[in-house]
């Protein structure tokens, strides 16, 4: 094991420190792995050209001019990457919508960064999860069934 030096400014120790509470760890040096290899794992994971599935959380004010249209229009014009939205109204200005998506990690990166980056829009989030590709083999014959 390495030992290295970091500056850190107040806020950052401040949140590095509540998450180490929060989880139990028992030093800063164990929360800040586990960032990292989070961090990393992202990174990993956004490399591959593998099919992945997503989840896209994203808040948004419904007043902000044209925007819900915008928002529509990009999910539109990646149809391929869309398979459902569920949108919520949380107030009379703000909504959230959850994107289910399934593709290519970039692609979906990059949906992703195009609908969190649009003006009005806050509060968002991508998880992504690896699908591991497996041939898929039943034990019974459904060609025969009505």
Do not use: F, W
Not at 32 to 44: F, G, T, V
Not at 72 to 79: I, P, S
């Amino acid at each position: 094991m390495e030992r290295i030096t970091i500056t850190i400014d107040e806020d950052l120790l401040a949140t590095v420190d509540g998450l180490m509470n929060r989880r139990g760890y028992t030093s800063r040096s164990e929360a800040i792995r586990d960032l990292i290899r989070d961090a990393a794992s992202r990174e990993n994971i956004l490399s591959q050209a593998g099919e992945c599935v997503a989840v896209l959380d994203y808040v948004y004010d419904h007043e902000t001019r044209a925007l819900a249209q915008r928002l529509t229009h990009e999910l539109h014009t990646h149809h391929d990457l869309s398979v459902a939205t569920m949108h919520v109204h949380l107030d009379h200005e703000r909504c959230l919508e959850t994107a289910i998506l399934r593709g290519p990690a970039p692609a979906l990166q990059k949906l992703s960064d195009t609908v969190s980056t649009q003006r009005g829009v806050s509060h968002a989030s991508l998880h992504i999860i690896p699908v591991e590709a497996h041939a898929h083999a039943h034990a019974k014959d459904h060609s025969s069934e009505v």
